[in-house]
C-alpha cells in the first residue's frame, strides 16, 4: 500500500509541474459555471415573469440541459490529456526498465497510476461542489442528496476513462498517441449505443457497450446496481489489461496464453455485467426527497394485487406518422421508459409488433399500401418479413379504434386495455396514466353516460363546442378514456332506466327539451341517487329548468359578463371559492376555468342537498339581462340598470341516499368542457378542472388515478438578478484566477529549484 501511495504521489507531482492540469481546472471551473449560472438566471427569469417553477434542482443539474448532464456529455475530452503520460512517459524515456527492475509489482505501478487520477478526479467532483454550494443559496430546499448522487455518478463515469486512458497510456511511448488513441476510443464508447440499433442482434451488444447512456440514469436520481456494478466492472477490466501488459514486459509468454487471458477477463467482464442486469438481482436507490422515481405507496400496493404477469405490446403501424415510437433503434430507450416499473414488476414482458394498415392522413394514393410500407421499412430498420399485412394484424386484434395507429396495449389475464402516446412534451405516459390502464384492468373502467338524442354536446365530432378532447381525446392525456373512464353516448328512448352503478350521468346543454318520458326516467335516477353533471347555457335555461328544479337550483336569467383587455365580455375567467377547497376542487391562488357564455346560478331550496358553490365570477363582473349581440353592438356596464358583483357559476351538491352520497354538478356553462377551451386557451385549468377535480369527485377517487407524490419544495429561486451576476464573476473569475494563481506558484518554485 505504501508504494502505491509513494508512486501516486510522484504521478500527481509530475502532473501539477505541468500546466496541463491546471489548464484543465480552469476550464473544467469555467464550463460548470457557464452551465449552472445560465440555467439558474433562465428560472430566475421564469420566475419573476410569474410563471410557476417546478423541481429546480433537477432542472438546473440533470435532465437534458442541467449542470450535470452537460459535463458527463463532455467528460470524455477532459481525461486524454490527463492520462496519456501515464505509461508511456516511462515507455518513451526508458524508466520503465527501472520499474521493471525495482522492487514494484506491476500492479503496484498501475493502481499507484490510476490512485493519482482517483485524486485529480476528486479536484474536478470538488469544482462540482462549488455549484452545489451556490445553489443551496440560491434555491429554496434544494434537494442536496439528489446532486450528490449525480456527483458519485460522474465520479463513477470517470474511474472508467482513467482505466481507458492507463491501458492507452500503456500501449506506446508516444503521449500525443495515447491520447488521440484515449479520446477515440471514449469517443467510440460514447457513441457505440447509436450504432446497429435498428439490427436485432447487434442493438443489446451495442448499447451494452455504450458509456453514456449508463450515466443518465444515475444523474436523474435512480441509482441502480446494475449501472454501478457495470461501471466498476468496467474499470477492474481495464485496470487488470493494463496490469497484464505491464507484466508481460517482464514475463515473455505464448500467444494462445495472452489470448487465454483476455477471452477469460472479456469473459468474466460480460458474466458480471449480465448477471447483474438480471431483473432479480438488480437493487434500486432512489437519490431524490420526494422519491419521483420511486413509484408511489399507493403504485405499490395496485402492482401488488397482480396475480399473472403484465405484458406490454406495442403495435407500430408502419404508415403511421407516430412510427418513430416503434422503430427498432428505439426499442432499447423505450424499455428504460419503463423501467421503473420493472422494479416492481420484474416479470414484465415487452413485445413489438409491425403492421402496415391503412390511415386517416398522409397515405399515398397512387401506390399500394405494401409498396409504401416496403420504404418505410427499408428506410425506419423494419424487417419486412415480419411486418403484418392488414388481414394478418385484423385477425391478431381490432385496432380500428384507435386509427390503426401507434398504440401499446397492456395485456393481463386475458384482459387487454390501451396505453397510448400523448401529443405533449412528455409524450410517454406517466406512472397515473400507466396506473390507470392496470387499475382498469384489475377493476373495470368507470362508466360515464353522455346523452346524446337531444341535441347534447357530441363527444366525437372535433367541431369547438364539441367534448371530444375530453371524452375521447386518443393523444390527450387528460382525456377520460386515458385516465380510466368509458364515456359512452346514450338515447335515453333506448334504454328502460339509467342504472346508478354508472359513475356520473352527462347532460351538456340539450338544443331541444326532453318529453315527459326522458324526464321521468333522468328523475327516478335522480331520486335514486346517481350522480349527475348538468350543464347549460345563456339563453337556453329553459331547456335545463326541469331537472334543475329537482335539485333546488334555477340557472338565472341573462348572462355573465366581465371587462377584459384580452378577452370578449361574455368570456368570463371564474374563480374558485373558499368553499371548493372543502370537496377538493380547489386550484392554486389565481387559476381560472373559462367559460364563455355563461349563465348565473341560484340556488333556489337546500332543504334536499347539501350545496358547495365552487366557480364564481370576478367581484367587478354584472348579469346582463336581455338579449344582446357582442359582435354587432357596443354593449358596456350600465351603472342604472347593472350592479357589479360575484356571480355564482357552478356549484356542487351532495346529499347520502342508502349507502353512497349521491354527487352532482350543476353549471351555468357548456363549454368549459368543450374542444376550443381544452385545447385552445391558455393560462386556465379546464382540462385538469374537469378530469382531476370533478370526475375524481364522482368516481370518489377511483379515477383518474393518483399516484399521491409528495410535491417537490424546491419550487422558488430565493437570489436577486444581481446576486447571480455576482455568482458569474465567481465562476469566470475568482475560481479560475485562484486556480492560475495557485498553479503559477507551484511552476515558478519548481522552475526555480
Known amino acids: 500500500m505504501r508504494q502505491i501511495y509513494r508512486i501516486a504521489r510522484l504521478e500527481l507531482e509530475v502532473l ?15 464550463q460548470c459555471g457557464v ?101 443551496c443559496l440560491s434555491v429554496e430546499s434544494l434537494d442536496v442528496g439528489f446532486v450528490v448522487g449525480g456527483i458519485v455518478a460522474l465520479y463513477l463515469l470517470l474511474l472508467v476513462y482513467s482505466a481507458i486512458g492507463l491501458l492507452l497510456s500503456s500501449l506506446t511511448g508516444y503521449p500525443l498517441v495515447a491520447a488521440v488513441g484515449t479520446l477515440a476510443v471514449l469517443a467510440a464508447f460514447n457513441y457505440v449505443g447509436e450504432v446497429g440499433q435498428g439490427v436485432d442482434v447487434l442493438r443489446d451488444i451495442t448499447y451494452w457497450l455504450s458509456l453514456s447512456g449508463k450515466v443518465e440514469g444515475l444523474i436523474n436520481g435512480l441509482f441502480t446496481s446494475r ?34 487471458v483476455y477471452l477469460s477477463l472479456a469473459l468474466a467482464l ?12 438488480i437493487a434500486y436507490w432512489d437519490t431524490t426527497r420526494i422519491q419521483d422515481q420511486t413509484l408511489s405507496a399507493g403504485s405499490q400496493r395496485l402492482i401488488a394485487r397482480l396475480e399473472q404477469p403484465l405484458k406490454l405490446v406495442a403495435y407500430t403501424n408502419l404508415l403511421d406518422h407516430k ?49 409504401q410500407a416496403r420504404d418505410v421499412a427499408k428506410a425506419r430498420g423494419f424487417d419486412f418479413g415480419k411486418v403484418l399485412a392488414p388481414h394478418q394484424i385484423r385477425q391478431r386484434i381490432d385496432l380500428s379504434e384507435e386509427g390503426r395507429g401507434f398504440v401499446r396495449m397492456l395485456e393481463y389475464a386475458g384482459k387487454r386495455t390501451p396505453l ?90 340539450p338544443l331541444t327539451a326532453y318529453d315527459g318520458d326522458a ?79 355563461v349563465a348565473p346560478l341560484e340556488i333556489v331550496d337546500t332543504s334536499r342537498f347539501a350545496v358547495v358553490p365552487l366557480l364564481a365570477s370576478h367581484p367587478a363582473s354584472w348579469r346582463k339581462l336581455g338579449a344582446f349581440d357582442l359582435a354587432n353592438e357596443q354593449v358596456a356596464f350600465d351603472s342604472a340598470r347593472d350592479q357589479r358583483a360575484p356571480q355564482l357559476l357552478m356549484a356542487a351538491l351532495y346529499r347520502q341516499v342508502g349507502d353512497r352520497e349521491q354527487r352532482i354538478v350543476v353549471s351555468g356553462d357548456a363549454d368549459f368542457m368543450s374542444n376550443r377551451e381544452i385545447a385552445q386557451r391558455f393560462g ?14 364522482f368516481s370518489h377517487g377511483a379515477y383518474p388515478y393518483s399516484p399521491n407524490a409528495e410535491r417537490a419544495t424546491d419550487r422558488t429561486i430565493t437570489v436577486s438578478r444581481a446576486a447571480i451576476n455576482q455568482q458569474k464573476v465567481l465562476f469566470f473569475a475568482v475560481v479560475p484566477g485562484l486556480i492560475f494563481l495557485m498553479g503559477a506558484a507551484v511552476l515558478l518554485k519548481r522552475r526555480r529549484k
Open 35 to 135: 452551465a449552472y449560472t445560465d440555467m439558474l438566471y433562465a428560472q430566475e427569469t421564469a420566475q419573476q415573469l410569474g410563471r410557476p417553477l417546478n423541481v429546480l434542482t433537477r432542472v438546473l443539474f440533470a435532465g437534458e440541459t442541467g449542470v450535470l448532464t452537460k459535463v458527463a456529455g463532455a467528460l470524455y475530452l477532459y481525461l486524454p490529456l490527463l492520462t496519456m503520460g501515464l505509461m508511456s512517459r516511462e515507455l518513451s524515456s526508458g524508466t520503465i526498465k527501472l520499474l521493471q527492475s525495482s522492487p514494484v509489482t506491476a500492479a503496484q505501478v498501475v493502481l499507484g497510476k490510476f490512485a493519482a487520477m482517483v485524486a485529480y478526479g476528486l479536484l474536478l467532483c470538488g469544482l462540482l461542489g462549488l455549484c452545489l454550494l451556490a445553489a
Open 227 to 260: 449501472e454501478v456494478i457495470y461501471f466498476l466492472a468496467f474499470t477492474a477490466f481495464f485496470l487488470a489489461i493494463a496490469l497484464y501488459r505491464l507484466d508481460a514486459r517482464r514475463r515473455l509468454r505464448a500467444w494462445y496464453v495472452r489470448f487465454a
Open 323 to 371: 412510427v418513430v415510437f416503434g422503430e427498432p433503434k428505439n426499442r432499447i430507450a423505450d424499455q428504460r421508459r419503463f423501467e421503473r416499473y420493472q422494479r416492481f414488476l420484474p416479470d414484465l414482458e415487452f413485445e413489438y409488433v409491425a403492421y402496415y394498415d391503412s390511415v386517416r392522413y398522409g397515405l399515398d394514393t397512387t401506390r399500394t399500401l405494401e409498396a
Open 16 to 30: 501539477f509541474f505541468s500546466p496541463i492540469a491546471w489548464l484543465l481546472l480552469i476550464i473544467f471551473a469555467v
Open 684 to 697: 386556465v385549468q379546464n382540462a385538469s378542472f374537469v378530469i382531476g377535480r370533478v370526475f375524481r369527485w
Open 420 to 509: 397510448r402516446m400523448y401529443d405533449d412534451l412528455f409524450q410517454y405516459p406517466g406512472e397515473a396514466e400507466v396506473m390507470a390502464a392496470v387499475k382498469r384492468l384489475l377493476d373495470g373502467p368507470a362508466t360515464v353516460w353522455v346523452l346524446a338524442a337531444n341535441g347534447e354536446r357530441s363527444m366525437d365530432r372535433p367541431t369547438d363546442g364539441a367534448y371530444q378532447l375530453v371524452a375521447k381525446g386518443r393523444a390527450v392525456r387528460a382525456s377520460l378514456i386515458n385516465q380510466g373512464f368509458d364515456p359512452l353516448a346514450i338515447d335515453l328512448g333506448a334504454v328502460d332506466t339509467i342504472p346508478t352503478d354508472i359513475t356520473a350521468l352527462l347532460i351538456p346543454d
Open 270 to 281: 460480460v458474466g458480471i455485467t449480465y448477471i447483474s442486469s438480471r431483473p432479480g438481482f
Open 519 to 597: 324526464l321521468r326516467k333522468i328523475g327516478g335516477y335522480i331520486e335514486r341517487g346517481g350522480n349527475l353533471l348538468l350543464a347549460g347555457e345563456p339563453g337556453k335555461q329553459a331547456l335545463v329548468e326541469p331537472i334543475a328544479e329537482l335539485l333546488g337550483v334555477r340557472l338565472a336569467d341573462g348572462a355573465v359578463l366581465q371587462e377584459s383587455a384580452y378577452n370578449e365580455l361574455d368570456m368570463v375567467e371564474a374563480r374558485f371559492t373558499p368553499q371548493a377547497d372543502s370537496l377538493g376542487f380547489g386550484f392554486f391562488d389565481g387559476a381560472t376555468v373559462s367559460m364563455p357564455g
